[in-house]
């Protein structure tokens, strides 16, 4: 998957409005805790999160994902007319059918030609929109493409806290829905383009992916309720990142010093600290939002890489790794020259 005339055009990130934090959630679960005898903050003192992003309760999916579609056009500075295919990567959506992202093409009035689908792979969906997109892109098939991705964990949070403090919830419970607690809300957009409409913007060069679906059950998640096995799914996503990276070094010409930016999937702090540790990473060059924004699914990738703009990190030239994994389990690693 590599790619020689795409270029990111456009890219936008929203953030939900509303803060809850891991203080007012184990407020609410301190008689769970202490009828278990559980002492350990695990949100802050294990996952390294603090607080996290709700929505408004009345809001969707394709809504979400519509406000950051906006944001990336108009960051892109194109009509929604011209836009040639529309990938909606959320892992929330608003309905089993229609496709959300009918739904959010439809609030764009994107044109009857703009083909539409839901891509759905966990975490790492929205790196494989930008895949899917880059292809016809550098096929000449379209002109533009527009990923979007918005996500709501208000539903999750709401019937997990109901669980979890029940009289009868058990330590097992506990352990098996913690990671439920991590998630937060927020939204990005992307536009990409033949390169040579956009001449000056940065170039999506592509990348490597691996799996390992034997682990397919290590997290399995609905709307309202996630069931995970924290230790294994980090032990063996390791395993298949550091096989991804050997895959990524050998097909991109990657040696780690050369990287300006490394944007890792949000998960926690563990997760972060062993991707740093494992491929030698100076981690001054990874930025993290879990802290303050928890684990937004594949929302989290884009989100990251539209805020080091926006903080100005990324210069001319500069060169960004994207590492994403998703549960089931699946590993793409890619770059974007700056």
Not at 51 to 71: I, P
Request: charged share 25%.
């Amino acid at each position: 998957m590599l790619f020689q005339h795409v270029a990111i055009a456009g890219l936008a990130h929203v953030d939900a409005p509303h803060r809850l934090t891991s203080d007012e959630i184990n407020a609410r679960l301190k008689p769970t805790l202490d009828r278990l005898g559980i002492r350990t903050d695990v949100l802050q003192d294990v996952a390294g999160i603090h607080a996290r992003r709700l929505w408004d309760d009345e809001v969707k999916a394709s809504d979400a994902a519509t406000l950051a579609g906006v944001k990336a056009l108009a960051d892109a500075g194109i009509d929604p007319d011209r836009v040639g295919l529309l990938v909606n990567t959320s892992v929330s959506r608003d309905f089993l059918e229609p496709s959300t992202a009918s739904i959010v093409a439809g609030n764009l009035k994107l044109p009857d030609t703009c083909q539409n689908f839901d891509l759905a792979n966990a975490c790492l969906a929205f790196v494989n929109g930008m895949d899917v997109a880059a292809r016809m892109i550098d096929r000449g098939e379209i002109d533009y493409a527009l990923i979007v991705d918005g996500e709501t964990a208000n539903l999750a949070y709401e019937k997990t806290l109901e669980r979890l403090t029940r009289e009868d919830a058990t330590a097992e419970e506990f352990r098996n829905e913690l990671a439920t607690l991590t998630l937060g809300c927020g939204a990005a957009g992307m536009v990409l383009a033949r390169a040579e409409l956009a001449p000056n913007a940065p170039r999506y060069k592509g990348g490597v992916t691996r799996s390992a679906t034997e682990w397919n059950g290590l997290c399995r998640g609905n709307l309202d309720r996630m069931v995970t096995d924290t230790r294994l799914l980090l032990i063996e996503g390791l395993k298949l990142a550091q096989k991804t990276f050997v895959a990524a070094k050998s097909a991109l010409g990657w040696a780690v010093d050369e990287l300006d930016e490394f944007v890792i999937h949000q998960v926690s702090r563990a997760h972060t600290k062993a991707f740093v540790d494992a491929f030698g990473i100076d981690p001054k060059k990874v930025m993290t939002i879990f802290g303050e924004h928890g684990n937004i699914g594949p929302a989290s990738v884009p989100i990251v890489l539209s805020k080091l703009r926006e903080m100005g990190r990324l210069k001319k030239g500069n060169r960004v790794a994207l590492l994403g994994i998703g549960s089931g389990l699946n590993c793409t690693m890619a770059e974007v020259e700056w």
